[in-house]
């Protein structure tokens, strides 16, 4: 075979690896010449005979790796009178590295006052908050309805679905809010959301003007805060008594939006009075304003049944109520729904599916099998019987008389509690010691928002989790705590 | 037994159903008299047994609704003086359901002239758009997957996780972008979102100012368009010709934010040329703006292999880019990612956090196990294959010369096609007998921004998906369509 002509242009140093796509491989050196100049506009590249040759490659592969550049227009020309390099104007492309100068947009700017810290990482540990007994989810179960639903699932739940969710498990959940909760609502008032911080960011988008002032209970739930923040809201803090948000404080403040947990206050555990509860629904009525319930561990009372939630109360349609799966099952779940007042319903739903669609079928079909089934229910007993054994395990075993810490208080609901500290060095000491230990305590300092009007050491305090680890852990935490705190 | 002395309040009409749970029923019913005034406050209620024998139910049944009334609030005083109803104000709850006159927050207003239809409802039927070959999909395989990684799940993937999603995931994400698009990134880089609509209306979230002029492709993707208009950006219709984007127009318009469908405009069908890829990146550098990329069907090529992505040509950091797996498996899977410029990657994460804190888990582990056993690749060459022969058995059954409608185009990409047709009439014409014959199809006239400059007619035509059903439908929907549409 005859030696092929010197080649018009520079293609030293391609060199082709066999062992992968040759075509890909090619097309990829030509395309970084072209782009950075070494292969100007107008030359006319190799018969693709003659450049397989030179390659030792087929002239298929060569052909394939003309076609693509061709089709990405970085060549013209093909046919008859060969092949040229286009007239594009580029440079190399280097990857991304460089940190930008963003100039920063409003939501950008609102971001950098108002954020969480990651989420703590591994298995959960005593005394880990917002985590419930997960080790005791029945995953075996979990693990057969996602096979039985995902084998064989109906076509028409695989398209795009219901911006506000699928409908049997709408209707499961109106039904046991009804049973459950004592709230009786439509499932059309319904919106499954992706856990409640989902819906409590819905609320915030769609209820809040830039500037409104919202109000929120202080201290309080700080991802809650940041996300009406983050909508553009000023967030006034309201106190918290041994009854709840304080309404008086919160009738003079100029807001028409609060945010409030009344089935256990987060993070002080404090249960909303009914009085309150009644002057609060009586402020959202004169105010025309909007009450964000967030019965985020209501299932979880161990005195009587769980209290009745705000939105039963409601005869005006001010209530958004925010319930979630995720202090049932796991966190990770992510599965939570809003229930709406009717006039709000449809907007809700608009603004989901331009934000989202919807939520993933899966979870949602499984969670209506778990629920249709009888496991629910099953569970949360389950839950609520571990939930309180091990908050009895840390009531027993918690190291007395720690300088500077009060007593544990009674807890009668939810899954965490809260004790005071005198100070917030000795909040700091206390939680810097426990850690030493592999013991994960918060500070309630942290809850509180900035500037607020409570001097600094009254805002002290540890809020523990009390349902992420089973009792024996529970115990040997409490120990490992004792020995770290004695002085 | 004595019978008891007359109670001093009016228990009357209280009926307690024993096949359900006694204590629940009193409780409400006394719950009721209390909130609608038939029982006032400081009325004394009857000793727990006299109520119990008037009643004919067990004392601890009374005592236990007791309890419950009194944890709530409604009663007090039980201590050796009795039980009194407790002073709160209040009429009978009664459901919600009269519409409110809601004051419209400026997010509400927007939504009111920017949102979509309701989704087409049931199975898949021909010709419906955005709707990919799921018939084809390994449910079993995915069945397998999802009950493997239920069964034992790590308890640390199942507490609160990286709000940018799960590592596995990307760095599997970031691998087949490297391979299959020719995109080189690196995982912290990419945030996982619930589809593609997810990373499209974080963009919006993040990156528009209220007021801001934001380019969108005309005519375009409608749900794209929203997304930013309710962020409060003023949609820029900028044309598009045989090359995609006209980009000289952009030049024209006062943007800083564009969004585009470079390997497949939607609608039209057109591929973004390398000349105005080029165009448009030097028009983000700048501008100092932002490209969002939607990259919803790049996997599909007919021939060569995908284009290029536009963000695999940035050297500046400028284009966000959206992909999707919703249309290599089904849209109801809700699954996405961005792959963001670095400098932004914090931002965006943070305000994931506080929208949804992250997505279900079990998705994204089933995911990522699919890709890393190879289902992935091997998927999306079966899909491809699919794709390809519908397309052709569309190509090769359309009924020839349908008044007032254009011959088909080819067909080089993706999962629909587009058709001029004459006139808006014709077009509505053309939809409504598709309809009668149950056949699916989209006017173009739908994808156009309202007021756009063009003539009304030269916006009609006709969309249509050729993937969602298998040949033999897609034979069967095209006699029907040449029998109804016989004049």
Same mark, same amino acid.
């Given at each position: 075979m005859a030696v092929s002509p010197p080649?018009?242009?520079?293609?030293?140093?391609?060199?082709?690896?066999?062992?992968k796509g040759l075509a890909g491989q090619l097309y990829?050196?030509?395309?970084?010449?072209?782009?950075?100049?070494?292969?100007?506009?107008?030359?006319?590249? &190799?018969?693709? =005979?003659?450049? @397989?040759?030179? %390659?030792?490659?087929? $002239?298929?592969?060569?052909? *394939? !790796? #003309?076609?693509?550049?061709?089709?990405?227009g970085y060549v013209e020309g093909r046919v008859g009178a060969g092949t040229y390099v286009a007239a594009v104007t580029a440079s190399a492309p280097v990857p991304a590295t460089t940190p930008l100068d963003v100039p920063l947009?409003? &939501?950008?700017? =609102?971001?950098? @006052?108002?954020? %969480?810290?990651?989420? $703590?990482?591994?298995?959960? *540990? !005593? #005394?880990?908050?917002?985590?419930?007994?997960?080790?005791l989810f029945p995953f075996e179960t979990w693990a057969r309805l996602s096979a039985r639903f995902w084998r064989k699932?109906?076509?028409?739940?695989?398209?795009?679905?219901?911006?506000?969710g699928d409908w049997q498990l709408r209707e499961l959940i109106a039904a046991y809010l009804r049973n459950g909760r004592g709230l009786h609502c439509d499932p059309a008032q319904i919106i499954v959301t992706c856990g409640a911080q989902q819906a409590i960011s819905l609320c915030a988008q769609l209820l809040v003007e830039v500037g409104d002032k919202v109000a929120v209970e202080n201290p309080g739930y700080r991802a809650a805060g940041h996300a009406f923040a983050v909508a553009g809201a000023q967030l006034v803090g309201i106190a918290v008594d041994g009854q709840g948000l304080d309404t008086d404080e919160l009738e003079s403040a100029d807001c028409r939006m609060a945010y409030v947990t009344p089935s256990h206050q987060y993070p002080t555990g404090v249960t909303l009075s009914l009085a309150r509860r009644l002057a609060l629904l009586d402020w959202a009525e004169r105010r025309e304003g909007w009450i964000i319930e967030d019965d985020y561990d209501g299932e979880y009372r161990y005195n009587g049944t769980p209290l009745a939630p705000l939105a039963a109360l409601d005869r005006n349609?001010?209530?958004?109520?925010?319930?979630?799966?995720?202090?049932i099952a796991f966190p990770a779940l992510r599965l939570g729904y809003l229930v709406l007042p009717k006039a709000l319903a449809e907007a809700f739903s608009r603004?989901?599916?331009?934000?989202?669609?919807?939520?993933?079928?899966?979870?949602?079909?499984?969670?209506?099998?778990?629920?249709?089934?009888?496991?629910f229910q099953r569970h949360i007993r389950r839950m609520r019987a571990a939930a309180r054994s091990r908050r009895d395990a840390l009531l027993a075993n918690w190291p007395q008389d720690?300088?500077?810490?009060?007593?544990?208080?009674?807890?009668?609901?939810?899954?965490?509690?809260?004790?005071r500290v005198d100070s917030l060095t000795r909040e700091a000491e206390l939680i810097a010691r426990a850690a030493q230990v592999g013991v994960e305590l918060n500070g309630l300092s942290d809850y509180w928002l900035p500037g607020s009007p409570l001097a600094d050491d009254q805002r002290a305090g540890l809020v523990l989790g009390f349902a992420a680890v089973p009792e024996a852990r529970i115990v040997e935490a409490t120990e490992a705590l004792r020995a770290a705190w004695s002085d």
């Open positions: 080649l018009p242009v520079d293609l030293s140093g391609i060199r082709l690896d066999p062992g990829q050196a030509l395309r970084e010449r072209i782009l950075d100049g070494r292969l100007p506009a107008g030359v006319r590249l &190799p018969a693709s =005979r003659d450049l @397989a040759t030179l %390659l030792g490659v087929g $002239r298929n592969t060569v052909v *394939r !790796a #003309f076609d693509q550049l061709y089709a990405e947009t409003q &939501p950008l700017q =609102r971001l950098q @006052a108002h954020h %969480l810290p990651l989420p $703590r990482e591994g298995a959960p *540990r !005593a #005394f880990r908050v917002g985590v419930p007994a997960f080790d699932p109906s076509p028409a739940r695989l398209g795009y679905g219901d911006p506000a349609g001010r209530v958004l109520y925010v319930g979630t799966f995720c202090k603004r989901r599916a331009l934000d989202t669609r919807h939520l993933e079928i899966g979870t949602q079909a499984v969670m209506a099998s778990f629920i249709a089934d009888g496991h720690i300088r500077g810490c009060a007593p544990l208080p009674d807890v009668e609901a939810g899954l965490h509690l809260c004790v």
